[in-house]
């Protein structure tokens, strides 16, 4: 039989339908795993393992009885911004130590329904305003694909703990581009959805406006799954008629191998027409302005917190928040006119029925470091600030060896014409790869 950790959703499904296995014996292979390489990976602030023990007993009599529900007995990660009752509710902050949610954020309550069992809170970047997972709280989180390397943010928890094959999926939060940069990273999938799609209820917020949270899984089908669980079976939408290619991005020093994958995907759709898309404003300009934006909403929802606990934010935090406090109400203005500018090209672009084809970040994951570059969420950010969906696909291998990535941004509330299309990149691309914990 097939390792238990490589089994997919249907697959666990027909292992438990056929007698194979039960989701108590998948839940003890899991949490054995978590206990053999975590230790290296740190993908997991905090294991529950007697909940988890619980919730595998109940899907094993519900499958006895024939009550399977669409994610009975699969084992699955969330990140620690999101409210899981009775696990401590940190967002990657010391500050935040000791605060224990009492009740499921509204994702979690609907993968609960669903069977789905949690087996724990997930690792990410600080107060999720960040992309390399490098949290001096929590330990910093390692890309499975390679020692001392970052799986991104700031969902990097949820990207290393689906790719090492810790959980068969994982939630993370997306303000831009914190779900689809560690799956790019990472080598699996990830989706952040239309704003509002899934319910934030339960969120520690980063960017009310930006954030969403979405599901990371090792494969378009278990995405899929996962979707439909948390937002509901929706209408496939228009079936996208046109490709929108962003014009120009040889500035942004995207690396050899993510270009290769780029064009190897836009080769893919030729037959559809295209059109470009040019931005009024540079990536650079768009990329801080976001920052700004979001850094600046996260100092209203600290409140207090920033000047009675702060020595309980790290050195980093302190200083982009205090940058993002420090700009001049010009400054702050200008920002927010580029986000509009911004969104509004993009959504004009876009409209009813075109697909954004774009790198899903310009680089692979790089070595943990001091410095990491600024430009990661050059594309993805885009998005967020446009309030669209978007889609990440793996697409194969860099020169080094690393994981690279392409993302489709559709409608709003295209989910599943983005799925629908993903399907067509995946089989072409063919580019999912797996970590070597696989």
């Not at 087996?119 to 997972?133: D, I, Q, S, V, Y």
């Not at 939630?171 to 990273?185: E, F, K, M, Q, W």
């Not at 995207?254 to 080769?267: I, N, P």
């Not at 920033?306 to 200083?319: C, G, P």
Request: glycine share 10%; charged share 20%; hydrophobic share 45%.
């Amino acid at each position: 039989m097939t390792p238990l950790h490589r089994l997919d959703i249907a697959g666990l499904h027909a292992a438990y339908a056929a007698g194979e296995t039960t989701p108590a014996k998948v839940v003890d292979h899991y949490l054995a795993r978590v206990a053999a390489h975590d230790g290296a990976i740190r993908s997991y602030v905090e294991v529950d393992r007697a909940g988890a023990a619980a919730a595998a007993e109940e899907s094993g009599q519900r499958i006895a009885e024939g009550r399977v529900r669409a994610l009975e007995g699969v084992p699955v990660g969330v990140k620690s911004n999101i409210a899981v009752k009775g696990l401590e509710w940190n967002a990657g902050m010391a500050a935040r130590r000791g605060i224990i949610a009492s009740e499921d954020a509204e994702a979690v309550a609907r993968l609960r329904a669903a069977g789905a069992i949690i087996l724990g809170t997930l690792n990410m970047h600080e107060a999720a305003l960040g992309a390399t997972t490098d949290n001096p709280w929590f330990g910093q989180t390692i890309n499975p694909h390679r020692e001392g390397y970052t799986p991104g943010g700031s969902s990097g928890g949820s990207g290393a703990a689906v790719s090492a094959g810790l959980c068969v999926a994982s939630l993370g939060t997306d303000t831009l581009g914190s779900v689809r940069i560690p799956a790019a990273y990472s080598g699996v999938y990830g989706i952040k959805p239309t704003p509002g799609a899934i319910s934030d209820k339960g969120l520690v917020p980063l960017s009310e406006w930006l954030d969403s949270i979405g599901p990371i899984a090792r494969s378009i089908d278990d995405l899929e799954t996962v979707l439909a669980v948390l937002n509901g079976a929706g209408d496939a939408g228009t079936v996208p008629e046109r490709l929108v290619l962003l014009d120009n991005f040889d500035d942004l020093g995207c690396e050899a191998g993510v270009v290769a994958a780029y064009e190897r995907a836009v080769a893919l759709v030729d037959d559809l027409p295209s059109r470009s898309l040019q931005l009024a404003d540079s990536a650079a300009d768009v990329r801080f302005a976001g920052f700004v934006v979001a850094a600046r909403e996260l100092i209203t929802h600290l409140g207090a917190t920033r000047t009675k606990a702060a020595d309980r934010l790290s050195d980093e935090l302190r200083f982009m928040l205090d940058y993002a406090e420090g700009r001049s109400e010009e400054d702050v203005a200008r920002a927010q006119q580029i986000l509009a500018r911004t969104r509004m090209t993009v959504r004009d672009a876009v409209g009813e029925d075109g697909i954004l084809l774009m790198p899903t970040a310009p680089q692979a994951a790089f070595r943990h470091s001091a410095r990491p570059p600024a430009n990661q969420s050059a594309f993805t950010g885009l998005a967020n600030i446009s309030g669209l969906p978007a889609i990440s696909i793996p697409a194969g291998l860099d020169a080094e060896g690393m994981p690279v990535a392409v993302q489709l941004v559709g409608p709003p509330h295209s989910e599943a014409a983005l799925i629908a299309l993903a399907r067509r990149f995946d089989a072409g691309l063919a580019g999912f790869v797996s970590s070597p914990l696989i």
